[in-house]
């Protein structure tokens, strides 16, 4: 006969059946079944206590990149479900599974503007133009292994993205006999052999074909069909904005970033060819520059178009091939495709690189910076100096942008993610996301921020301090935020708005969360900092003070100086 137990402790169990190891959130009186439910298994399911719900969102969201599974992010209503919608946005267009939980009021008090309600469905509006794939409430506490299954399913099938349950507080203890549904595994679409057909046949008819690889549902073992695929067809392979771990930047056939700020050449490539193979990616306004780079609706190059929804082929661009397959299915059919003896675009390939390597090479960049900060040679210093396995994070901001550019990933067919960045741009990232991957891997965790972007999260210092996890923080602090007034200069020069920072004193604010700090005012001083934090036992924050007067754009990287910059900064 079935144990009866609370909805709250069989919701947890529901979870730790699909996998689960971690939950992040911050806790709520409308959910305290839950917790109690987690602490009755706390030897198989951690709840990671959060400060700010923005942050839980953005670590269950890293969680998600990092194992292709939900993230799991619990909130209490109202204010708590609001403040996490930045998290559920990104894992949104950023196609990362994720399942956010949010406590509810109580059913007998529900459509009366209780306190702190807030109608879900039209918040989150789960919809192709929402934050959310699926919003569902469980009313019958009976049902709740049914929703958690379908949740996770509608989570990583398809276009993965995010799902929200909403939770009334008294289905949450009622009392139920009911069982988990067995793990649930994602279902793999496969490639039409009739359009693989086409592609052969158009790859045999192109002389300058170019690969875009990006977008969710990568696995180590869809990546390295990928490498196989280009391999055997001798195709060069530029990776999507923020998706730089797709392909290994090391590769001889890797092409670059196709995203802001991209190369002048590789956006000369992207224009020249005469065939577009875009595998997974959406095709976003970043990565196809505003539009520009592959014009909408219908491109000028020949464009095959693999995603794993259907609803996504034809949205937005009219391709010359179409094909619904879901990453591992499609990079395994690539990887049989039979390639002919010699292929016309072998040059092409090898140009392509060869002008991926000149651009991150700062020698041949010819780079002068106003300031004693060398930011190039530091992203070179990370290099040499981070392990293979090291995982980047950043949010957004003209910071990300060295990283960006200078820094080589390693590639997800080496078997581990190594790049957690926000494709939405979502200011105050990547503390939080380096703070999940350190309690989730353990590996070494590097993030990039800037002074702006750090302050929307860094209270999560504590929350790493909390759980032990180390990460090194890399802040660039300039007094501005940056992007806006690169914007500024170029727009409205000099007439400076709203985009100057008074900050505190960020190493004293770091060693009062727990974490070690150093200040960087010369470039000869990083190489040391960086030794002695990894050498740490716990994180450390290293302050760069950056000159105000380094905007930079990933193309040119040129430093724009102006009055308004040397008064006002």
Request: hydrophobic content about 45%.
């Amino acid at each position: 006969m079935t144990q009866e137990k609370i909805a709250g402790h069989l919701l947890v169990e529901c979870l730790i059946v699909q996998g689960v190891t971690h939950a992040f959130g911050v806790p709520g009186e409308s959910y305290l079944a839950v917790l109690d439910g987690f602490h009755a298994h706390a030897d198989q399911l951690r709840f990671v206590t959060n400060r700010q719900e923005g942050g839980a969102a953005f670590m269950a969201e890293a969680q998600g990149k990092l194992t292709g599974r939900p993230g799991v992010c619990f909130v209490t209503r109202g204010p708590g479900a609001t403040n996490a919608s930045i998290g559920l946005h990104t894992a949104f267009q950023d196609s990362t599974p994720m399942v956010l939980f949010v406590g509810d009021v109580a059913s007998d008090a529900r459509d009366r503007e209780a306190f702190q309600e807030v109608n879900y469905l039209s918040f989150f509006g789960a919809s192709t133009k929402g934050m959310a794939k699926r919003v569902e409430r469980i009313d019958d506490a009976r049902r709740i292994p049914e929703y958690v299954a379908r949740a996770f399913a509608t989570a990583m099938n398809g276009r993965p993205g995010p799902v929200v349950l909403v939770l009334p507080e008294d289905m949450l203890t009622q009392t139920v006999s009911a069982e988990p549904l067995p793990r649930v595994e994602p279902v793999q679409a496969w490639s039409d052999p009739g359009a693989l057909r086409t592609l052969r046949e158009l790859l045999l008819q192109a002389e300058r074909p170019l690969v875009i690889a990006g977008g969710g549902g990568w696995t180590p073992q869809a990546a390295a069909a990928l490498q196989r695929f280009a391999e055997n067809w001798q195709l060069p392979v530029a990776n999507a904005f923020r998706f730089q771990d797709c392909f290994d930047n090391h590769h001889p056939n890797y092409a670059g970033d196709v995203g802001l700020g991209i190369s002048p050449a590789l956006a000369a490539r992207v224009r020249e060819s005469d065939l577009l193979i875009a595998i997974g990616p959406r095709l976003g306004e970043a990565t196809t520059g505003g539009y520009t780079l592959v014009e909408a609706p219908r491109p000028k190059q020949k464009l095959v178009h693999i995603h794993a929804s259907a609803e996504e082929l034809g949205r937005v661009y009219q391709a010359t091939l179409a094909i619904n397959a879901t990453m591992n299915a499609a990079a395994r059919s690539l990887e049989v495709l039979t390639a002919p003896p010699g292929v016309a675009w072998g040059q092409w390939t090898l140009a392509c690189h060869a002008e991926f390597d000149a651009n991150v090479d700062v020698a041949n960049g010819g780079i002068v910076l106003p300031g004693r900060i060398d930011m190039p040679a530091i992203v070179h210093t990370l290099q040499r100096l981070l392990p293979a396995d090291a995982v980047l994070t950043n949010g957004a901001g003209n910071f990300a942008s060295w990283v960006h550019r200078f820094f080589k990933y390693h590639g997800l067919a080496k078997g581990l993610k190594t790049q957690l960045a926000p494709t939405n741009g979502a200011m105050g990232y990547g503390v939080p996301a380096g703070i999940a991957a350190a309690i989730l891997t353990g590996r070494t965790v590097f993030t990039i921020a800037g002074d702006g972007d750090f302050l929307m999260n860094g209270q999560e210092l504590a929350t790493a301090v909390q759980h032990g996890a180390k990460s090194i923080i890399l802040l660039l602090n300039n007094g501005t935020y940056g992007t806006i007034r690169m914007h500024q200069e170029r727009e409205y020069p000099g007439h400076v708005s709203g985009s100057s920072l008074a900050n505190p004193d960020f190493c004293a604010l770091a060693r009062a969360y727990g974490y070690g700090a150093e200040c960087v005012t010369h470039t000869a001083e990083f190489e040391a900092a960086l030794q002695r934090a990894l050498a740490a036992p716990n994180g450390t924050l290293i302050e760069v003070w950056l000159d105000p007067e380094v905007i930079t754009t990933r193309s040119t990287l040129s430093a724009i100086r102006s009055t308004a910059l040397k008064t006002q900064a």
